[in-house]
């Protein structure tokens, strides 16, 4: 589905094994095979632009965000209806 102006997005990434899964309000819409590790990097690790210097940012708010090393995603999922409690 087409991305909007004003209206709020629900965006999940998770990798398992060597495929990463890109959710977009509960559904799956997209699947990307890569093997190996991600490296380190000197860069800063950024969110809401391109670039660790800021350019090209992000245009809109960001509500939440949270990073996990559990599988969160392994299908569709429901929508949260509340910010997670935890852990």
Known sequence: SAITH??????AVQRIGNTFYLFL???LIGTQNMTGALS???????????????DFPMRGWIN??????????PAAFELPTRMHPGP
């Open 6 to 11: 004003d209206s709020l997005y629900y965006v």
């Open 25 to 27: 309000n509960n559904q």
């Open 40 to 54: 380190a990097s000197a860069e800063d690790f950024v969110i809401g632009a391109l670039g660790s210097n800021g």
């Open 64 to 73: 939440g965000v949270r990073l996990t090393t559990n599988d969160r995603y």
